[in-house]
């Protein structure tokens, strides 16, 4: 074996599909001096035992991308690189049960075919007729095919990756243990093997279920869990011995299986209730490299019953092995694949529960992000910044058990997911509750999502239409609009600003200008592509002092960015004070009374006009008081130290009695928002669109001198945007509002896609956010949008549909 090189620019942990796809692209980037480390033989991990299916069917349009970008790199590969692969082609049906089912899959197969993937939506009869004739459609509703599916060798296509990479001039260095990591003042890292130790400048890994042993080298607790995933093997059966090409993969997610033909016979795959983690307690074994688990067949007896009922000819093939296999979980069952969170230098491609089809784009989107500096797609779905300090192994245990035992779930728009829940709560966690709030999670934190009233049932209905408790939200929604609604919003990143250099640090990250002191703005802070970062929202507390506040999901984003930027001459402090306060929102037309009455400064329109902000006093807490709000009417943030939370809530409650007040909660601020147009961060906000895409110009000033991003932004200004962030009034249909990624056409012709949509309770209106093509932007364009597989008339119109004026809010 050759001595292990003591250098390289880039080295990559693992070697398995993904670590192979991350060697390939970089090389195929123009990063040759890349070194792969293997602790065994390639594929010796999850890779060798996966089933290789590799499906598009994605509920997240991105991540569809993805994985049909992976399968289309695959039918070229073995090829491309001189290296032969067992790649199948078979197609894909996928069935329904039930009306809730087949709108799942007409939203998601129009978010194909608007991507440029060949994807249907049929009836029981036609699959049957079409693509698969052994199937028993009893109790089916209908189903999907998909026919860019298949499958494909895991061994032979992390062999491809790995030759395609040497071909480069890329390396391998197989059987070399890594054991320990340690960071070079310079930000480079020394790898320390036990065949010596490699200097590099950057580190991926891509280390499969010992992903988190290299996190710990480097102190980080990546959220993962190691799960077994069981599938067993049939005898040839004869049926299939008798055919000339291989059946098309089938999947029924409401039995929670799949099944696919491998040589003669088939492979039955469920996710099975009992689902089961290893390695808790002991840690992952040293070397545990192409071994399985014990077989447990008890756990898929019913699963292989209602398999053999679907597809008679299983129950003819005895079985010829079974193949039960170690499989890592994150707490949402999707891999991390971007920059770890709180390092420099160091990118995570871990935690892949399908590694094999999401391999080919992950090596892409780690090649992007070491050679760019970012990614084509916006991939926040994957990024491993997504978690925070909430994600123990705790918590990552209950949630990979939840996310195994709902692999094929549908995800439904006001279905919440206990497990792992609570994680972190306000200190008004408890009285929310005893006022009937029904919770869901955001970065974390507990939030309310609605209050039930009595003899309101507080369980979710499965449906993708407006839930049975809509008339609670109206009710929310009226409450603020007429009298005074109370949101407990804690849980906002939150950082101090300060130092003699932080004026003009501050103002060469972000578009727009500074606010003046008293003053609150938004700020949009651009990679050098001039595409959005993110959002925050600037207070300037002193003349060199502001506070800094984002959405509670991007807490480990939004401070890895700042830190990243950061000059390193102490001129600039950043302090995370996100821990310290509390947030209440009170909005309304009496929300002035209300805080007025316990509030010992002047709160009157005069003192405190709207954007602005200042010390607050209520009763025996100090605080700041933000004349800002997420839904449009006369309101206030109040930022308070967390331990005086509940008494600022009891002296709300009590000063607001006469006026009315009421609680409100997330869904009552989601509908508000759409009527006001305000952008939601990772959903109508994203690193694919520019501000000027975004339609913020207003916060873009051009004629600075310098910020991250000016010049493309000023390229962009001069030769136009080609699409543009509109609204749009949707005509009534069924219930069903516009879900993300719904597309939107002139015509035939697709000019765009939905970002958000809703129903706005105080116009009565189902609205819808969204990009469409720059000549579609005008008011009163007739537009369609699919929406659950039937396209709806809707109309662009102005982008601040309630109060337009914005009367409401100066009042």
């Known amino acids: 074996m050759a001595e292990l090189a003591s250098h390289a620019r880039i080295v990559i942990i693992g070697g398995g599909a993904v670590g192979a796809s991350c060697l390939y692209h970089l090389a195929m980037a123009g990063e040759t001096d890349v070194l792969l480390i293997e602790k065994n033989e390639l594929t010796s991990g999850s890779t060798w035992h996966a089933a290789g299916n590799t499906p598009n069917f994605s509920g997240n349009l991105n991540l569809m991308k993805l994985q049909n970008y992976g399968s289309r790199l695959y039918n070229r590969l073995g090829d491309e690189v001189g290296y032969p692969i067992n790649r199948h082609m078979t197609g894909a049906v996928r069935l329904a049960h039930s009306k809730e089912r087949m709108q799942e899959f007409e939203h998601v197969a129009a978010m194909a075919n608007a991507a440029g993937m060949d994807m249907e939506v049929l009836s029981a009869q036609e699959l049957k007729g079409r693509y698969y004739p052994w199937l028993e459609t009893h109790d089916l509703t209908g189903g999907a095919w998909d026919a ?18 040497r071909d480069k001039g890329a390396k391998v260095a197989r059987f070399t243990k890594v054991t320990g990591l340690s960071q070079r003042a310079d930000g480079t890292w020394d790898v320390a093997t036990d065949k010596g130790s490699v200097h590099a400048e950057i580190v991926i890994n891509a280390a499969g279920y010992y992903a988190d042993e290299i996190g710990r080298m480097v102190g980080r607790d990546i959220p993962m869990v190691t799960m077994s995933h069981q599938y067993l093997v049939t005898e040839a059966i004869g049926e299939l011995e008798a055919l ?14 799949y099944l696919r033909q491998e040589g003669n016979g088939l492979i039955l795959g469920p996710y099975e209730w009992k689902a089961t983690p290893h390695w808790l307690k002991e840690g992952t074994p040293e070397d545990f490299a192409f071994q399985l688990y014990p077989d447990d067949l008890e756990r898929l007896e019913w699963y292989i019953n209602a398999a053999c009922e679907r597809v008679p000819m299983l129950a003819t093939g005895g079985v010829q092995k079974v193949i039960n296999g170690p499989i890592p979980y994150a707490p949402d069952g999707l891999p991390l694949i971007g920059p770890a969170p709180g390092l420099t230098n160091f990118f995570e491609a871990c935690v892949f529960t399908f590694g094999i089809c999401q391999a080919g784009g992950a090596g892409k989107v780690i090649a992007e992000f070491i050679t760019e500096g970012e990614t084509e797609l916006d991939l926040w779905m994957v990024d491993p910044r997504r978690f925070t300090d909430y994600a123990t192994k705790t918590y990552a245990t209950v949630k990979a058990i939840e996310v195994y035992q709902n692999e094929y779930a549908m995800h439904l728009p006001h279905r919440p997911w206990p497990a792992g829940r609570p994680a972190k709560t306000s200190p008004l966690y408890g009285t929310m509750a005893q006022h009937g709030a029904q919770f869901g999670g955001f970065g974390g934190w507990e939030r309310p999502l ?31 609009a007429e009298r005074a609604g109370l949101l407990d919003l804690t849980g906002f990143t939150r950082f101090e600003l300060s130092g003699p250099g932080a004026v003009d640090w501050l103002d060469g990250m972000i578009t727009g200008t500074l606010p003046r002191l008293g003053r609150v703005s938004l700020a949009y802070f651009c990679a050098e592509s001039g595409r959005v970062i993110t959002e925050l929202t600037i207070t300037r507390l002193d003349d060199d002092r502001f506070w800094l506040i984002g959405p509670a999901a991007g807490y480990w984003h939004d401070r890895d960015w700042l830190k990243q930027h950061m000059p390193d001459d102490g001129s600039v402090t950043l302090e995370d004070i996100t821990a310290r306060y509390g947030t209440l929102v009170l909005a309304g037309p009496k929300s002035r009374e209300i805080l ?26 100090r605080g700041l008081v933000l004349r800002v709000n997420f839904v449009g009417e006369l309101g206030y943030e109040l930022h308070m130290p967390m331990e ?8 709300l409650l009590e000063a607001g009695e006469e006026h009315g ?30 501000p000027l895409t975004s339609a913020v110009d207003r916060f873009v000033k051009l004629n600075k001198a310098q910020f991250i991003g000016r010049e493309a932004l000023l390229k962009q200004s001069q030769e136009g945007v080609a699409e543009r962030f509109v609204a749009m009034e949707v005509e009534p249909g069924d219930g069903t509002e516009a879900p993300y990624g719904s597309p939107v056409y002139a015509g035939e012709a697709r000019v765009g896609l939905i970002t958000s949509g809703g129903f706005g309770h105080r116009t009565g209106k189902s609205i819808a956010l969204g990009y469409v093509d720059a000549a579609q932007t005008a008011e009163g364009t007739q537009l369609l949008i699919d929406i659950y597989g039937e396209k709806r008339p809707a109309t662009v119109v102005p982008e601040v549909i309630y109060d337009p004026d914005n009367e409401r809010l100066r009042a």
Not at 148 to 165: C, M, N
Not at 246 to 251: E, I, Y
Not at 613 to 620: D, E, H, K, R, Y
Request: hydrophobic share 40%.
């Open 450 to 480: 609605w209050f039930a009233r009595e003899g309101d049932r507080p369980e979710p209905d499965m449906t993708h239409g407006r839930p049975h408790f809509d008339d609670a939200i109206a009710a929310e929604v009226r409450t603020v």
């Open 644 to 651: 005086t939370m509940p008494a600022v809530h009891k002296q």
């Open 148 to 165: 860019e599916d298949g499958d494909i060798d895991p061994a032979q296509l992390t062999q491809a990756f790995a030759k395609g990479a």
């Open 596 to 621: 007025s009455a316990i509030a010992d400064e002047d709160l009157s329109n005069a003192a405190l006009p709207w954007l602005c902000a200042a010390p607050i006093t209520i009763g025996m807490a």
């Open 661 to 690: 007040i009421g609680h409100f909660g997330m869904y009552a601020m989601e509908s508000m928002r759409l009527e006001k147009g305000y952008r939601g961060w990772k959903q109508d906000l994203s690193s694919e669109y520019t």
């Open 244 to 257: 000339d090409k291989k059946v098309p993969l089938l999947r029924d997610p409401d039995d929670s299986y």
